[in-house]
C-alpha cells in the first residue's frame, strides 16, 4: 500500500538515498585511497610484515582486490538501502517491497558479517605475496565488527518478517473494509 507521504518523511526519503548513493560511489575508490596513502593502517601489517612504507605495486593490487570483494555486501546493502529510501520517498513504507527490501539489507548484512574472517585469510595472503617464504604470516580474525553485523542482520530479517507479516495483514483488514 503506497500512501501520499508526509513532506518531511518525502524529503528524508530523498536525502538518505542520495547519501547511500555518494556512499556508493566513493567506497570502492575510498578502498583504493586507503590502501595507497595508508597502508601501514591494514590489518595484519604489524604483524611481521616486510614492507615499511608503501606496498609494492602487486601487492596494492592484490590487496585492493580482496577488500573490494570483501566490501561487495557493502555495495549490494547499500544499493537495497537506496530502493528502500527511494519508496519513502514516494510514500512505500509498509508495502511488500518495503518488507523484502528490509529482508535483503539483513541478508547484506549477514554476508558482511560472514565475510570478514575469510577476507582476513586472503588479506594475509596478498600481504605475503612477495615476501620470501620464511618471512609469510597468514592470520584469520574474527572480529567484533563480524559478530556485531551478524546480530544486526539477524535483527533486520526479524523486523522484515514482522512487517512481512503487519503488511499482509494491513492488506487483509482493507479488503474487509
Do not use: K
Amino acid at each position: 500500500m503506497s500512501h501520499p507521504c508526509s513532506p518531511r518523511l518525502a524529503r528524508l526519503g530523498r536525502r538518505m538515498r542520495r547519501l547511500c548513493d555518494l556512499a556508493f560511489w566513493l567506497l570502492g575508490p575510498g578502498i583504493a585511497l586507503y590502501v595507497l596513502v595508508l597502508p601501514d593502517q591494514l590489518p595484519g601489517r604489524g604483524w611481521g610484515s616486510a614492507y615499511a612504507g608503501p606496498l609494492p605495486p602487486l601487492v596494492a593490487l592484490a590487496v585492493i582486490a580482496v577488500l573490494e570483494v570483501a566490501f561487495l555486501p557493502a555495495f549490494w546493502g547499500l544499493r537495497v538501502l537506496r530502493g528502500l529510501f527511494a519508496g519513502y520517498a514516494e510514500g512505500a513504507v509498509f508495502t511488500p517491497g518495503a518488507a523484502t527490501g528490509l529482508r535483503r539489507f539483513g541478508l547484506a548484512l549477514l554476508a558482511a558479517g560472514l565475510a570478514g574472517p575469510p577476507a582476513s585469510v586472503l588479506l594475509s595472503a596478498a600481504l605475503a605475496l612477495e615476501q620470501p617464504v620464511g618471512a609469510r604470516n597468514f592470520f584469520l580474525t574474527v572480529s567484533t565488527a563480524d559478530l556485531v553485523l551478524l546480530g544486526l542482520g539477524a535483527v533486520m530479517l526479524v523486523l522484515a518478517r514482522a512487517m512481512a507479516e503487519a503488511v499482509r495483514l494491513a492488506e487483509e483488514n482493507a479488503a474487509f473494509v
